[in-house]
């Protein structure tokens, strides 16, 4: 991994310290419903309030109109379940920018740092005016590691100091546990709705994995690139000959891609819809496809079973709806309880991890979604390049500070 500067390599006694987190969390009439993402911060703040410091943290949530303020996206929820968290009050403070008054030991929320204009364009005077307000800047936001932005790039370079959190620290080596020093067999479940939002990591993946299990919408345009009738399901017709192509290179690089011998249709798209077991050689053209049915769960669990390393991101099919739920769950469970080395990043996984209890038996749930993805496909991320800048010149900054 990387070098980057760490909160044990730092004196923080009395400064002040701007954490960016991610606590772009699910909100339901003005409470938290999925606190999974606050938790997992709390060891990194209770390090830093140990060392001596004052926090300022910055969070974004959803997707405002840059510049405008709206009651609807506001983290005063967040702050409310930190305050419950941490036993202190942790106020949401509106007007931050151009700068707060702390108290000793003192953590504060910043509201949604999308209120302010030039966030998400990673403006240079937005960016040095959140570096004005700390002695040292931690980015633990893995989640949003993909994005050059004022709170994840910016604001790092013109910081004193610029350091990564535990959280992200975890991310990182988790990740390079499962894709770059991976033991095998290594088994990889891919799932969503489209060929063309993954076909990179589809791609990539199936150079590096020993069996890639696709499943979503997804699984439906393998279906049809085998010859499969797969009747009003969702698939991507344009990417047929795509799907052919990946399972043959998968084929020549040495991994399976396993394909459903039966599914679990309904007539419509609803939670009300009845649900029926069909051999994939029975599909009709008014049937849509939606989970994977028992047979193939038991030869997905059998491959399972034998992983030594297991990535995993997306659903098998709509686990939303009770009745096409039992791909999802079987899955989950099957990983639960194998003795492979697991991870698991992306909402609609998350969410599937919650529903099946299963969060206590998965090695590592990754907090990030497009950067957890992005990581996998191999590409650089703007806010970790820009963290070890930062640590290069930290480096040579002590070691002339030695001489």
Known sequence: MSILVKIADLDLSGKTVLIREDYNVPIKDGVVTSDTRIRATLPTLKEVLDAGAKIILVSHLGRPVAGEYDEAFSLAPVAKSLSDFLGIDVPVIKDWVNGIDLSEHQVVLCENVRFEAGETKNDEELARKMAQLCQVYIN???????????????????????????????????????????????????????????LTILETLSERVDQLIVGG???????????????????????????????????????????????????????????????????????????VGPETSKQLNDIIANAKTIVWNGPLGVFEFNQFSQGTESLANAIANSHAYSIAGGGDTIAAISKFNVEDNISYISTGGGAFLEFLEGKKLPAIEILEEAARAWVAMERAREL
């Open 140 to 198: 633990d936001a893995f989640a949003t590691a993909h994005r050059a932005q004022a709170s994840t790039h910016g604001v790092a370079k013109y910081a004193g100091v610029s350091a990564a959190g535990p959280l992200l620290i975890n991310e990182l080596k988790s990740l390079s546990k499962a894709l770059r020093e991976p033991e095998k067999p290594v088994i990889a479940i891919v799932g969503g709705a489209k060929v063309s939002s993954k």
């Open 217 to 291: 919408g997804i699984v439906n345009t393998f279906l049809k690139a085998a010859g499969y009738e797969v009747g009003k399901s969702l698939y991507e017709p344009d990417l047929v000959d795509v799907a052919k192509k990946l399972i043959k290179q998968a084929e020549e690089n040495g991994c399976h891609i396993p394909l459903p011998v039966d599914v679990i249709c309904g007539k419509e798209f609803d939670e009300d819809t009845i649900a029926e077991t069909k051999s994939v050689n029975d599909v009709t053209a008014d049937d849509m496809i939606m989970d």
